[in-house]
């Protein structure tokens, strides 16, 4: 039945010879381009194959061949239609350009090779990281959510080894096998669990993230690339317009700064599982690994710290602190962060202590496409499926195609 609709196509578009518009018609560059003949080329659709019989011009003065009907079908310089590139966005969105390049072909009938899907993934990713640059939709008062959660956090992304070259990093011998890529997520969570605390509400998280700096200067009055793409997905979600701001990290000191330079005024929390993980990790250096002591002694300072009870903790930690350089640190980790463990008046307020979103977004956003085994990225192509990815996972690549057709026109 595709065969057949195939050809029915191909037939109606080869005999429709409207695409002539004359011996001559305007070129792009300025000049004139010029009629040749009519030529062949071969499309993959999603009935199939079609050979395609269109008009050709070509341009003498800037070297470049037109076909108008490729223009009016949204496949110019490519042999895609813009139906099987969709499909292409989706799997590369979601899986390998091998699985994808299956899935393609088990699901939809369509044969394409696994470099021709990441070519093609690629090229659609970076132009979803384009658009997401320069178009902000800014949400509607009806919109934006009463409380509002801002998180920001970093992963580790498996890099080509020329793209690591001269990059310190946390191998033994210095250098680094990774790039860091920088992840906001924004939401609401109005709902609560049994327990009375606060659950993020679904389909409420968007995602933005991309290999690139956070880094400001301090005379600098132009924002890092990180902190503009942190401004237009809070200008997206109306996060400047919520009654209540909350901004959520694991401590680290570049959260705070951008926050600070960003969203002056709004409550600022710290991940209380990550606080966990460090106290945990001190039990583990002081006491060693299985240890009942250990877990014991980290399960009181687990309670002490859900109770507001940092003064407690520093006092446990102050016995370590020459001793054990975990404990040091983390004891420098509390006393900086002191005002951002409020935990028991944050509860109280009914706000989230927990990024478990932003962890989330990390593993599923990040981790479970480009951290798989085997897989080592250039920055071009980790970020064109970041943004791929984002913008699936965000709930924004239906209004990405719209846009889209307003440039393309496309078919089956």
Not at 84 to 101: K, P
Not at 381 to 401: M, Q, V
Request: glycine share 10%; with cysteine; proline share 3%.
């Amino acid at each position: 039945m595709l065969a057949i609709a195939a050809r029915a196509i191909e037939q109606r578009l080869n005999a429709d010879t409207s695409d002539y518009g004359g011996q001559e018609r305007p070129c792009p560059c300025g000049a004139t381009a010029r009629y040749v003949d009519r030529r062949k080329k071969r499309f993959i659709t999603t009935v199939g194959e079609l050979l395609l019989v269109r008009a050709y011009y070509h341009c003498a003065a800037c070297g470049r061949g037109v076909c108008p009907r490729d223009q009016a079908l949204g496949m110019e310089e490519q042999s895609l239609s813009p139906a099987v590139l969709r499909m292409i966005g989706t799997v590369g969105a979601l899986v390998s350009f091998e699985q994808g390049s299956e899935l393609l072909r088990e699901l939809a009938g369509v044969s394409v090779d696994a470099k021709r899907v990441e070519r093609h993934a690629e090229a659609l990713g970076a132009e979803m990281a384009a658009d997401e640059a320069h178009h902000v939709q800014v949400a509607t008062d009806g919109e934006v959510a009463d409380t509002l959660y801002l998180g920001m956090d970093g992963t580790g992304v498996p890099m080509r080894t020329n793209e690591l070259v001269g990059r310190a990093g946390k191998q033994p011998d210095g250098t680094a096998k990774t790039r860091e890529v920088k992840l906001c997520a924004i939401w609401s969570a109005a709902g609560r669990d049994a327990s009375g605390m606060a659950v993020r509400d679904p389909g409420s998280v968007s995602y933005n993230a991309a290999i690139e700096s956070v880094a400001t200067s301090d005379t600098g009055s132009r924002l890092s690339p990180f902190a503009k793409r942190v401004g237009r997905e809070a200008l997206r979600r109306g996060f400047e317009r919520a009654r209540r701001r909350v901004v959520l990290g694991d401590g680290a000191p570049w959260i705070w700064k951008l926050s600070e330079e960003m969203f002056l005024g709004a409550i600022q929390i710290v991940d209380r599982f990550h606080v966990k993980q460090h106290l945990s990790e001190v039990a583990k250096a002081i006491y060693g690994t299985p240890s009942e002591l250990g877990q014991q002694w980290a399960r009181e300072r687990h309670a002490e710290l859900d109770a507001g009870h940092i003064d407690a903790i520093q006092q446990a930690l102050t016995a370590h602190v020459k001793q054990v350089p975990e404990a040091r640190r983390c004891h420098d980790y509390l006393e900086t962060n002191r005002q951002r463990m409020r935990y028991p008046e944050f509860h109280a307020q009914g706000l989230c202590t927990s990024s478990g979103v932003l962890e989330a977004g990390c593993r599923v956003a990040i981790g479970q496409r480009l951290k798989q085994s085997g897989m080592h990225w250039s920055e071009h192509g980790a970020n064109a499926i970041i943004a791929l990815r984002c913008t699936k996972l965000s709930g924004r690549f239906e209004d990405f195609w719209e846009r889209r057709a307003e440039r393309h026109h496309g078919v089956a």
